[in-house]
């Protein structure tokens, strides 16, 4: 079954088809909503949730652009939404960050480039899973989705300076916690 067949089954509301839908974006949809969620518990609610909606509104689907685009968004407005139901205040800029001079200059020492050559792809997950909601959100939607400052502070009801100042910790923050990960690999 192809794309366009499996959609018009789904409107159907054909087990088959939603179920085909289903596993065929369950990993990179639960990809996407682990990067917004705490843990794989979180995510998996967050998923599951972004499935009902996105078989719900599949009349709303158009077919301009791409219809996993589009699967996405969802995902990413459902994580958003079980923020702002679960956090209250997440998306306000915490008043408790590192300015510990160690910290920060050991982190300054290890070039991007190299610490990522070091770091597995699931030790950087679970340090982006590891930052505040609020640093966490900013940083996914605007390094991973590619918005823009303005849209952030749209979408989650924040300034624009509040938005860039989450995403520079949150970037402090990965830096520093990455950093830890890979100096017994390198003898520091």
Known sequence: MNESEVIKGCLKNDRASQKALYEHFYSKMLGVCLRYAKDSDEAKDILH??????????????????????????MVNTAIDHLRKNKQNYLIVSTVHANDRSVNAAAEEVEE??????????????AVQELTPAYRTVFNLYVIEEYTH?????????????????????KFNLKKNLTHLIKPAHGK
């Open 113 to 126: 480039d190299d610490l990522l050559s070091h770091i597995e792809k699931e030790d950087i997950l679970k």
């Open 150 to 170: 303005k849209e952030i502070a749209e979408m989650l009801d924040i300034s624009e300076g509040t938005s860039k100042s989450n995403l520079s910790k949150a």
């Open 49 to 74: 949730e972004g499935f009902l909606k996105v078989f719900n509104n599949l009349r709303g689907f158009n077919n301009t652009g791409s219809f996993e685009g589009w699967v996405r968004r969802i």
